[in-house]
């Protein structure tokens, strides 16, 4: 896990962990604020119950998680026109202004709540949604809708759209993991560690 400053490019805080936890997340800011910094925004890449838990600072989901997060609902290329139209609007999150995707988007579930709402009988003969694909997609949307354009919001913040700069970092990090695949975990978090503290 790493908190990264996107004004310096430089790692804050990092820790190994076996999964991500909100309480994780909340260790790293406690930390940032005992060791003296100001926090002006965070951007998040999508765990849902971070973003409750950050209700006190100003949040930015990740376009780009956002937009991957509909795609594995609809997958790239969805066979139903209601996915497809759905992943186009999602595709367009970055390229448009917040007026325009909410309009996209409430246009999009106006044309097919009918569709959205059919529902069939399972062998079970419990009724299930017809279509849970793109309803899932739909509701992903909706629950990140306050967060995506919080940038635009307070433009004198400077807070990014994406954390393309972490992910950047994490894929140099797994690339020199893969080189040294044969070393022990305990050399693995060294290794790391000092290329961290040499470069970031």
């Given at each position: 896990m790493i908190i990264k400053d996107a004004f310096r490019n430089k790692v804050l805080w990092h820790k190994y962990v076996r999964s991500e936890s909100v309480s994780d997340y909340l260790e790293g800011i406690s930390w940032l604020h005992d060791n003296g910094f100001r926090i002006y925004?965070?951007?998040c890449d999508g765990m849902r119950g971070l973003f409750p838990a950050l209700?006190?600072?100003?949040?930015?989901m990740c376009h780009y998680h956002m937009i991957q997060i509909v795609r594995r609902h609809l997958t790239s290329r969805p066979d139903l026109e209601a996915s497809n139209e759905l992943l186009h609007i999602a595709m367009s999150l970055s390229r448009v202004s917040e007026?325009?995707?909410?309009?996209?988007l409430s246009e999009w579930n106006m044309k097919w709540h009918t569709f959205l709402s059919e529902k069939s009988l399972c062998a079970d003969g419990r009724a299930h949604f017809t279509h849970p694909r793109p309803r899932a997609a739909y509701r992903s949307i909706k629950f990140y809708m306050p967060y995506l354009w919080t940038c635009s919001h307070y433009p004198e913040l400077c807070i990014p759209n994406t954390n393309a700069a972490i992910e950047s970092l994490n894929l140099k990090l797994k690339t020199m993991l893969r080189n040294h695949s044969g070393i022990s975990n305990m050399r693995r978090m060294k290794l790391l560690d000092e290329y961290i503290a040499r470069h970031y």
């Amino acid at each position: 896990m790493i908190i990264k400053d996107a004004f310096r490019n430089k790692v804050l805080w990092h820790k190994y962990v076996r999964s991500e936890s909100v309480s994780d997340y909340l260790e790293g800011i406690s930390w940032l604020h005992d060791n003296g910094f100001r926090i002006y925004g965070i951007v998040c890449d999508g765990m849902r119950g971070l973003f409750p838990a950050l209700r006190m600072y100003h949040v930015q989901m990740c376009h780009y998680h956002m937009i991957q997060i509909v795609r594995r609902h609809l997958t790239s290329r969805p066979d139903l026109e209601a996915s497809n139209e759905l992943l186009h609007i999602a595709m367009s999150l970055s390229r448009v202004s917040e007026e325009e995707f909410r309009a996209a988007l409430s246009e999009w579930n106006m044309k097919w709540h009918t569709f959205l709402s059919e529902k069939s009988l399972c062998a079970d003969g419990r009724a299930h949604f017809t279509h849970p694909r793109p309803r899932a997609a739909y509701r992903s949307i909706k629950f990140y809708m306050p967060y995506l354009w919080t940038c635009s919001h307070y433009p004198e913040l400077c807070i990014p759209n994406t954390n393309a700069a972490i992910e950047s970092l994490n894929l140099k990090l797994k690339t020199m993991l893969r080189n040294h695949s044969g070393i022990s975990n305990m050399r693995r978090m060294k290794l790391l560690d000092e290329y961290i503290a040499r470069h970031y």
